[in-house]
């Protein structure tokens, strides 16, 4: 069965004989949250005894294949819902066993895999290609089952979302308002439900203002600030100046210029600390953990992981050093700040990539 979307994998669960296999996964949070307890309604009629809970990091396999064994009595369906399966949590010959045991599963049996924490595939050309070590896990359930991605979506999408949740929940926000609610927060859905759900406690029934969001809402990182950081480091000089005049349009006084290095400088220690993560074979919960990332700011560590694969820890360290010193200068010398970010922007395109090249 080909690649569906979240409604024709709602859809497709819904059939009086679904299919057994069901992977999901995506970087729109919400929306997979949503469709898995969607599907989980169906299935088991809301009766929570319906379904068995794994967790695919620490798989225990014994009892797993055993669920999977189970035929319901009294229950339309034995569900077996898998969190976060990692291939490189489990040894290759478990996962291979526990494959050809969803390949065969009894009647009335459904195993759901639900990735919420783990970075499964990386967007190319604008089509999702799935990593190395989970292509295989996603092609068994393309093949035998259903292979669901919940895509990021624009802010223009976010931005009806956010309209339509406001108005079921009683409240207003107009378009212009909703759709930079969606750029704050980076068009990440997990963020943008946590910032609206504040709004709509102020806004009490009434309409949210451009004045609340200015007041209430975390402004994040501009997204042109991850692209300047990727083009740095990946030598494209034009696109990286092209985003600088981008970034510094509306001014480029000392206070923007500072805020703009302080931004730079949290990115490219967000992408260096994930850099490390993944170097120690962690995950992004481990990451957050470790260096104490709030819940409602994890999706920069996401984020982080997704972008650094190309980039180096000599790259990185160099162009957080770069920037530190830039800022220094901006706070103590006479030079214009707009001329000494952009000379940090060309010490950083000429960063060595290995250890090699600080000799």
Not at 208 to 227: H, K, S, Y
């Amino acid at each position: 069965m080909p690649r569906l979307s979240p409604q024709d994998t709602l859809r497709e669960m819904s059939r009086e004989a679904p299919p057994s296999c069901c992977y999901i996964c995506g970087e729109d949070g919400v929306t997979a949250a949503a469709l898995q307890k969607r599907i989980l309604k169906k299935l088991t009629d809301g009766d929570a005894l319906s379904y068995t809970v794994f967790d695919g990091q620490e798989l225990d396999f014994d009892r797993m294949a055993e669920a999977c064994m189970f035929c319901p009595m009294f229950q339309p369906y034995n569900v077996i819902v898998i969190r976060d399966l990692d291939p490189d949590a489990i040894p290759a010959a478990t996962l291979d066993a526990a494959l050809q045991i969803w390949k065969d599963l009894p009647e009335r049996v459904v195993v759901i895999v639900m990735i919420s924490s783990l970075t499964v595939y990386e967007v190319k050309r604008g089509e999702p290609v799935f990593t190395a070590k989970h292509k295989k896990i996603a092609s068994f359930f393309e093949k035998h089952g259903v292979l669901c991605i919940c895509e990021k979506k624009n802010a223009i999408q976010l931005g009806k979302q956010i309209q339509e949740r406001a108005k079921r929940h009683g409240c207003g926000i107009g378009r212009n308002e909703a759709e930079l609610l969606a750029n704050r927060c980076l068009c990440d859905s997990t963020l943008i439900q946590t910032e609206l759900d504040k709004l709509m406690a102020c806004a009490d029934g009434g309409e949210i203002t451009l004045e609340m969001l200015d007041a209430l809402t975390a402004v994040q990182p501009d997204g042109d600030v991850f692209r300047l950081a990727k083009a740095v480091t990946a030598g494209k000089s034009t696109e990286a100046f092209s985003l600088l005049q981008a970034l510094t349009a509306k001014s480029e006084d000392s206070k923007t210029i500072l805020g703009l290095l302080a931004i730079l400088t949290n990115t490219f220690t967000d992408l260096y600390r994930a850099k490390l993560g993944l170097g120690a074979a962690k995950q992004q919960s481990e990451i957050a953990a470790d260096f104490a990332y709030p819940k409602n700011k994890d999706f920069l560590v996401r984020n982080a992981m997704r972008d650094c694969r190309n980039m180096t820890l000599p790259q990185l360290r160099a162009c957080i050093r770069i920037l530190r010193e830039t800022d220094r200068a901006c706070k103590s010398s006479r030079t214009a700040p707009r001329l000494l970010l952009e000379q940090a922007i060309v010490q950083m395109l000429r960063a060595p990539h290995t250890e090699e090249g600080f000799r």
